[in-house]
């Protein structure tokens, strides 16, 4: 199968696919897949199989893909290629809940930096090691990652990555909300300073700095009183940013207000 027959077959397996008919594109783009000579048909075939096998859930079969996707990748000697194949691989860990290798395979997209397709995907690299983290319960880096993921989706306008990791905040905010409660249970001190601290920075990161403030109160308070030297640092920073925040919500209000009085 040549170069512009693996084009077409693949677009005969997108149109099914986008009809609903997923079995029968699943089937297309397994023939062209078996016949295809053309490598960058093969690996954009491979890209198909892996988001349809996500989307239904068959994460096993997804990671399959991906690994076959890698050594295309390599056959083609194209940075983009394996910007692109390493984060699907990436993904593919994340949804069998291999958190350590999902950070690894994002940290390597990472480092590739300077490729067309890097600078695009930062943004989902970011999300997917956030994820990641909050799987292994680190969660200050997990907002880390999905703040800049927020950022990505904000510079860029790309409301579905936005989307996901709003969702993803949600989740954080529930597996917060939960440890809060064992932390309040068991007397646990410094988890409540660690929670407070994380739901400060959720608040922040949707530039909701009048909520943000009386968590940061709270939690330096504890931090304070538990001699935690390190988190009162992370809450000053979380503090001086919701400063910087402030700073700019007032300039944007004084900005509307002269514009209304001309």
């Known amino acids: 199968m040549g170069q512009d027959q693996t084009k077409q077959q693949i677009e005969k397996g997108l149109h099914l696919y986008q009809s609903n008919q997923t079995e029968k594109a699943l089937r297309v783009w397994m023939r062209v897949l078996e016949k295809s000579a053309d490598p960058a048909g093969r690996f954009r075939v491979l890209g198909c199989l892996i988001t349809a096998h996500a989307e239904m859930g068959r994460y096993k079969d997804m990671l399959k893909f991906a690994v076959v996707q890698i050594d295309t990748a390599r056959e083609l000697e194209d940075p983009d290629y394996l910007t692109e194949s390493y984060l699907n691989l990436a993904r593919s860990n994340e949804k069998l809940c291999e958190f350590q290798k999902t950070i690894s395979y994002c940290k390597t997209c990472l480092n590739m930096q300077g490729t067309t397709v890097s600078l695009q995907l930062n943004g989902q690299v970011s999300l997917s090691m956030g994820n990641a983290f909050l799987g ?16 990505y989706a904000h510079n860029n306008d790309d409301k579905m990555l936005e989307c996901r990791v709003c969702c993803s905040l949600g989740n954080f905010y529930a597996q917060i909300k939960e440890s809060m409660k064992i932390a309040l249970q068991h007397g646990d001190r410094p988890l409540q300073a660690l929670c407070l601290l994380c739901f400060a920075d959720i608040h922040r ?43 700019e919500l007032d300039k944007v209000s004084s900005k509307l207000v002269s514009t209304e009085v001309c």
């Not at 969660?139 to 880390?144: I, N, P, R, T, V």
């Not at 403030?213 to 992370?234: A, V």
Request: net charge positive; charged share 25%; proline share 2%.
């Open 136 to 151: 292994l319960s680190i969660f200050q880096k997990a907002l880390e990652c999905f703040e800049k993921a927020l950022r």
């Open 205 to 247: 990161s949707r530039k909701d700095v009048q909520t943000a403030f009386p968590r940061y109160d709270s939690s330096m308070s504890i931090m304070s009183e538990i001699g935690n030297r390190l988190g009162l640092t992370h809450v000053l920073l979380g503090v001086t940013k919701c400063w910087m925040i402030q700073k």
